[in-house]
């Protein structure tokens, strides 16, 4: 393909000339165009694989950073869970026994009494612990 092909503004005229030479000339054998076809196909293949590892260690990073950051928020606060006295576990019990619902009523019982003395505290909520940095 000559540079007209390409262009529409024509080449300078020694330019021209020097592309007909080039173009005159003897052109490279089919072993060398398939040598170079196959290392640009490797070349392309190296790159695809370094882009995907570039990817997986960007998602390590993170993921290892969310870790971090939950066990560092773990190990600074501590849980409130609601308690109950045995006389209002066994009423608990009871109630739920009588509703003969498909679910084993142990499950029941222990979220029962979870969820039924948290009364207004129903949302978990960390509180921080006094430690590292803190006053």
């Given at each position: 393909?000559?540079?007209?092909?390409?262009?529409?503004?024509?080449l300078?005229?020694?330019?021209?000339?020097?592309?007909?030479?080039?173009?005159?000339?003897?052109?490279?054998?089919?072993?060398?165009?398939?040598?170079?076809?196959?290392?640009?196909?490797?070349?392309?293949?190296?790159?695809?694989?370094?882009?995907?590892?570039?990817?997986?260690?960007?998602?390590?990073?993170?993921?290892?950073?969310?870790?971090?950051?939950?066990?560092?928020?773990?190990?600074?606060?501590?849980?409130?869970?609601?308690?109950?006295?045995?006389?209002?576990q066994?009423?608990l019990?009871?109630?739920?026994?009588?509703?003969?619902?498909?679910?084993?009523?142990?499950?029941?019982?222990?979220?029962?009494?979870?969820?039924?003395?948290?009364?207004?505290?129903?949302?978990?909520?960390?509180?921080?612990?006094?430690?590292?940095?803190?006053?």
């Amino acid at each position: 393909m000559s540079h007209d092909e390409f262009f529409e503004e024509p080449l300078p005229p020694e330019l021209a000339a020097m592309e007909r030479a080039l173009r005159s000339g003897p052109s490279p054998a089919d072993a060398l165009r398939d040598r170079i076809l196959a290392g640009v196909g490797r070349e392309l293949a190296a790159a695809k694989r370094r882009q995907f590892w570039r990817y997986v260690a960007g998602v390590a990073a993170v993921m290892l950073f969310a870790i971090n950051l939950s066990v560092s928020a773990a190990s600074t606060t501590t849980s409130r869970r609601p308690g109950m006295d045995s006389v209002r576990q066994a009423v608990l019990r009871e109630e739920i026994e009588r509703l003969q619902l498909d679910i084993p009523t142990d499950d029941l019982v222990r979220h029962g009494v979870l969820l039924l003395a948290a009364g207004d505290e129903l949302i978990p909520m960390g509180v921080p612990r006094r430690g590292v940095g803190m006053p």
